[in-house]
């Protein structure tokens, strides 16, 4: 992966509090999305662009982990966020630890003096160190790895926690999917898929929630997949 220690610049979001150095607490995680989104990656395991502007922030983490050492392990963090702090005031390609065809590809980033205090990039290095760890991408591609196993619906249902409304055989707060199936064809689909999307209400007697909208919560590929599961049980 190629790696620079990219360009700092604005976007918003939240996270941790750190502490710096002259006792102000700042939030590193809302930093970061502010500061550094609009040019890295922020995801762990991080997306790929063809048009890719710096390595993600992931990358930047674990290059500069392998690379600044410590004889002291409980001062390692503290001289990755003096070199963030140095470097991306003062960046040059002397200082930069990437190879060649990285720093030929990316460019070296400019000096983002003015755009960001020291206060500030002290709290961003410290989120850095702490969210962009090896063990932790462990565990978010194990987790992927056991969600990616199960099928569409079971994966759904976990996801979006249908189970705390619906039921597959018997009526809950939210009519079960057997019921639901019992009263549409295939030729239905597309009213499924709406309801899915937009939310119901009033479209089952009784004691029944309204369904709220998943159209921002599930994509179009698990709708579609959900509907057809659901009228797959009709006997």
């Not at 930047?60 to 003096?82: G, M, Q």
């Not at 899915?196 to 929630?209: A, E, F, P, Q, R």
């Amino acid at each position: 992966m190629r790696i620079i220690y990219g360009i700092l610049v604005l976007g918003f979001l939240s996270g941790c509090m750190n502490s710096t150095s002259s006792g102000q607490k700042y939030d590193g995680g809302e930093l970061i999305e502010a500061k550094c989104s609009k040019c890295h990656n922020l995801d762990m395991p991080p997306k790929s662009y063809d048009n890719e502007i710096a390595p993600s922030m992931m990358a930047v983490t674990f290059h500069l982990k392998d690379f600044i050492k410590s004889n002291d392990p409980s001062s390692h963090e503290a001289k990755i966020v003096d070199f963030v702090k140095d470097y991306v005031i003062n960046p040059s390609r002397d200082k930069s630890f990437c190879d060649k065809a990285s720093l030929d590809s990316y460019g070296v980033m400019p000096s983002q003096k003015g755009n960001v205090t020291e206060d500030e990039l002290e709290a961003i290095a410290h989120y850095m160190y702490a969210t962009y760890d090896n063990q932790k991408l462990l565990k978010i591609m194990a987790e992927k790895q056991r969600l990616a196993s199960l099928s569409l619906h079971e994966r759904v249902f976990e996801q979006q926690r249908c189970n705390n409304c619906h039921d597959i055989h018997k009526d809950k707060v939210a009519p079960s999917f057997e019921m639901i199936a019992s009263r549409y064809t295939q030729k239905d689909k597309a009213t499924l898929i709406k309801s899915i999307k937009d939310g119901t209400k009033g479209k089952y007697k009784g004691k029944v929630l309204p369904m709220p909208s998943f159209k921002d919560k599930m994509s179009d590929k698990d709708i579609d997949g959900m509907v057809d599961w659901i009228l797959s049980l009709k006997q």
